[in-house]
Each structure stands twice: as C-alpha cells, then as structure tokens.
C-alpha cells in the first residue's frame, strides 16, 4: 500500500492576479465585494486565509483571518487606494505550507466628487470633430484615462489614452478628427501611482455634419468704363497735337496732323523653277523650230518647181 502525502505542497492562488489594481465596489467610501480564490487541494478539509497591510503578516486586524472549507471567501470591507496582501493553506487534516503573498490595491475613492463626464454633454448633437472632453476632477487623482469609441461597449475605441498615454488634467482638447455625422461614446477614470477608480459611466454625442461644399462660379468683376470726356481731359497732348479754343468752356477742338504717306516697296517673289522644267520648255522650243525649218525649206522647194 502506497501513501502520497498531498499536503507538502502550498496552495495555487487562482484570483484576483497578483498585483491587480483598482478592484471593488464602492459604497459609502469603503470597497467591497473583492472575492479571493485558490484552487482545492486533494485531500484537506479546511483552509486558512490571512489579509494584511504589511507582507509580513505581524498585524493582521481583526477579521482579516479566518478558516473556511471551500476554496474562495469574499474579503471584508477594505479601504479605498490602500494595498493589501494575501495568502491561504490547507489547515486540516494536516497543515500545508502558506502560498506565495499575492497582492492587490482597492480602487479609489471617487465618492466624495462623482467622477462622470460633462463636455461634450450626454446626448449633444452637432459637436465639433475635434471636441474638447471635460469631467469631474478626483481628489487624489494624478492622473485620468480616457476612452472614446463608436460602440457602448468600448470593442474597438478610437481614442485611447491610458497608461503612460494618460492625461494630466480633466480636460483634453482632441487632437485627432473624428468623423462626421458618427455617434460616440466616451469615459474616464482617475489613476494613481498604485490604483485606479472604476470607469465612470458612458456619455454619448453626435458629430456634426460635414460642411458644404460651394460649387457656384465666382462673381465677375464689373466692367469700369471712364467717360470720353474725362479721359480726353485727362490726356497730356503729344507734341504734334493742337489744341484750339472752343465757343464752349467743356468743349476743345483737338487738331491732329495728317500722317506723311511712307512709301511701300512690294517684292513680288516668284517660286524658284525647277530645272527639269527649263529643259522640257528647251525642248519644246527646239522642236517648234525645227518644224518651222523643215516647212520653210518645203516650201522653197515647191516655188522652184
């Protein structure tokens, strides 16, 4: 017959994750509703819990101990923003070795001012595609994260500012265009350098629409016409110009000289011959004398008979 002796071994801590932050419900500026939980060892019975401010565990207060014969317990009332350790074994039949201290940090207290969002305002219609986002600010809060996206469960967010991208201030002008005529929602939460508060409720805005685009032609630029009058007045006769007086004040009589004919030389150029064409009229001629030879010379032969 063979023994195995399941108790040599500590137990496995389940939840929450070692270090997890910002955890709890907050009522009346306390947390609660934190479960612990590890998982069953083969043969005990019964199992101790301990909950401590410090890793040691020297001081334990009261109620933050206990036995119990299933594998989870729900913490007691903790403190807001406060770090607490935890650690559990198999008490019975035998004792096991304590697990590892796993740590958790409460979320913050945002009780006092209700952390929600306040611009855009819940349900606002025709808001910038660059919104400025304002929300209640958080006593003890270094910073805030924000979330935007086009669905109220945050899937797939547009804008995304936690962590080492999270925001000094409560406020924040966008720095990215969303898109026109879309439904948004958003939230917040404040953060420290330990913790983090629960995410505030969602608000909801609608962008506006996109603006028109003006596809009328430009407007033409009246003709300005300058009266005759006024611009022959205005004129400083040249040289060869007389000006004689007129019967009417408004009235001079302008006199201009003839223009001295310049004579025009046409040259009237004719297109250069080719030179097979000289030839071919040559020729003609040739032949055209000759034939007049030949009657010549019949003719003279005729009169002698």
């Known amino acids: 017959m063979t023994y195995r002796d399941t108790m040599t071994s500590p137990a496995t801590q389940v939840l929450p994750d070692n270090g997890t932050s910002g955890i709890g419900s907050l009522v009346d500026h306390t947390v609660r509703n934190i479960d612990i939980d590890w998982e069953t060892m083969e043969g005990a019975t019964n199992y101790e819990w301990q909950c401590s401010y410090s890793t040691d565990f020297s001081n334990i207060p009261a109620g933050f101990n206990g036995t119990i014969s299933v594998s989870h317990i729900r913490l007691p009332t903790l403190e807001p ?12 039949p035998v004792h096991s070795p304590w697990s590892p201290k796993w740590s958790l940090t409460t979320s913050m207290d945002t009780e006092g001012v209700n952390l929600k969002p306040e611009t855009p305002t819940a349900g606002a219609e025709s808001v910038s595609i660059k919104p400025v986002f304002q929300w209640t600010a958080v006593i003890g809060a270094e910073a805030y994260e924000l979330l935007v996206a086009t669905d109220a469960y945050f899937t797939h967010p547009v804008i995304v500012k936690i962590n080492e991208y999270s925001l000094n201030t409560n ?7 969303l898109d026109y005529e879309t439904t948004y929602y958003w939230k917040v939460r404040a953060t420290s350098s330990s913790t983090y508060s629960t995410w505030s409720s969602a608000s909801v805005f609608t962008t506006e629409k996109a603006p028109a685009t003006d596809e009328s032609p430009p ?6 016409t300058t009266p005759i009058e006024d611009s022959l007045m205005a004129l400083t006769p040249p040289k060869n110009i007389n000006l004689l007086p007129s019967s009417s004040p408004s009235e001079q009589i302008i006199i201009i000289p003839q223009a001295t004919p310049v004579p025009t030389t046409i040259i009237n150029q004719l297109p250069e011959m080719p030179a097979w064409l000289i030839y071919l009229i040559g020729g003609l001629f040739g032949i055209v004398f000759l034939a007049l030879l030949i009657v010549l010379v019949i003719v003279l032969k005729i009169k002698r008979f």
């Open 81 to 92: 923003a406060t770090t607490y350790y935890w650690r559990v074994r198999a008490c019975a």
């Open 171 to 177: 406020a924040w002008q966008c720095d990215v265009s």
């Open 219 to 224: 407007a033409e630029e009246p003709e300005i």
